[in-house]
């Protein structure tokens, strides 16, 4: 039985965020170097990608690469920015069959020109598709995200654009790479880590979080819907309680 039927289509969070992990022991189970995990964590991108968009989820923000992530092995770091490229390349029709919205968060800057450009041009050509936007964390620290935000919110109090007074949550959230999403409904994460390693700490602040062992290479839809149906069997009381939600 496809899983998507025991999914509750009117309930299904908005945003889903995912810290894709467990490439390197996938490889290694296979008896392959580390870059072969990455290449084959391709089609559970795709899936999810499509599983997400055909339920409903509005945005999908995929982690790719860490700011911590630079730290690895030069010859990994230039895999993983080899493979973004022609993943872009490769992915770019099923983006615009699936009226996806790429998008990316992190510190781009940093990536090579050539992923710069590539990115870049996938999202202008995307920038008018409406079913899902897809973002990619790409050189994404969480903290490194709050630093900027509160860099640039604290120059336009020095330039008397705004006052202290004026600041509120929506200040900071607007100061975010993630400025124009919604707040993270769900987070998933696989290869068994229950941690978040850096990523979207202010926007997670009330996500449900659901940690599955599957590796990132063998998560297939049918994970995806697991992960969704398992979001809609929990009760999200954002600090009240179970009868004023039920009432
Ligand atoms: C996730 O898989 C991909 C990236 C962090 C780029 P890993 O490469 O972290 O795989 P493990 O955790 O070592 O198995
Ligand atoms: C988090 O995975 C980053 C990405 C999935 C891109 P890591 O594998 O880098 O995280 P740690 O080191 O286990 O915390
Ligand atoms: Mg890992």
Same mark, same amino acid.
């Given at each position: 039985?496809d899983k998507k039927?025991?999914?509750? &289509?009117?309930?299904?969070p908005?945003?889903v965020?995912?810290i #894709?992990?467990?490439?390197?022991?996938w490889?290694?189970?296979?008896? #392959?170097?580390?870059?072969?995990?990455?290449?084959n964590?391709l089609t559970s991108?795709?899936?999810?990608?499509?599983?997400?968009?055909?339920?409903?989820?509005?945005?999908?923000?995929?982690y790719?690469f +860490?700011?911590?992530?630079w $730290?690895r092995?030069?010859?990994?770091?230039?895999?993983? #920015?080899?493979?973004?490229?022609?993943s872009?390349?490769k992915e770019?029709?099923?983006?615009q %069959?699936n009226?996806?919205?790429?998008n990316?968060v992190?510190?781009i800057?940093n &990536?090579?020109?050539?992923a710069q %450009?590539?990115?870049?041009?996938?999202i202008e050509?995307?920038?008018n598709? %409406?079913?899902?936007v897809?973002?990619?964390?790409l =050189?994404y620290g =969480?903290?490194?995200e709050?630093?900027?935000?509160i %860099?640039?919110? +604290? $120059? $336009?109090?020095?330039?008397?654009?705004? =006052?202290?007074?004026e600041i509120?949550?929506n200040?900071?959230n607007?100061?975010?790479?993630?400025?124009?999403l919604p707040e993270?409904?769900?987070?998933?994460?696989?290869s068994?880590?229950?941690?978040i =390693?850096n990523?979207?700490l202010?926007? #997670?602040?009330?996500?449900? &979080?659901?940690f599955t062992?599957?590796l990132w290479?063998?998560?297939?839809?049918?994970?995806f819907?697991?992960?969704?149906?398992?979001?809609?069997n929990?009760e999200?009381?954002?600090?009240k309680?179970?009868e004023?939600?039920t009432e």
């Amino acid at each position: 039985m496809d899983k998507k039927l025991l999914i509750d &289509l009117d309930r299904v969070p908005k945003h889903v965020a995912i810290i #894709m992990d467990g490439n390197g022991r996938w490889a290694k189970g296979q008896g #392959m170097n580390r870059v072969f995990g990455h290449k084959n964590a391709l089609t559970s991108v795709r899936q999810s990608i499509e599983t997400a968009a055909e339920i409903g989820v509005e945005a999908i923000t995929l982690y790719a690469f +860490s700011t911590e992530n630079w $730290k690895r092995p030069k010859f990994e770091v230039d895999a993983l #920015m080899r493979l973004l490229v022609n993943s872009l390349k490769k992915e770019y029709d099923t983006f615009q %069959k699936n009226d996806v919205k790429v998008n990316a968060v992190g510190n781009i800057e940093n &990536l090579p020109q050539n992923a710069q %450009k590539t990115l870049s041009e996938v999202i202008e050509k995307t920038k008018n598709n %409406k079913r899902i936007v897809m973002t990619l964390a790409l =050189s994404y620290g =969480s903290r490194e995200e709050i630093v900027n935000a509160i %860099k640039n919110i +604290s $120059k $336009k109090v020095v330039n008397k654009e705004l =006052s202290l007074e004026e600041i509120n949550e929506n200040t900071i959230n607007n100061h975010l790479y993630t400025f124009n999403l919604p707040e993270v409904d769900l987070m998933i994460r696989t290869s068994g880590e229950h941690r978040i =390693s850096n990523f979207l700490l202010w926007q #997670m602040a009330y996500a449900e &979080l659901y940690f599955t062992d599957v590796l990132w290479p063998d998560f297939r839809r049918e994970h995806f819907c697991n992960a969704i149906i398992d979001y809609q069997n929990r009760e999200r009381r954002f600090g009240k309680t179970s009868e004023q939600i039920t009432e």
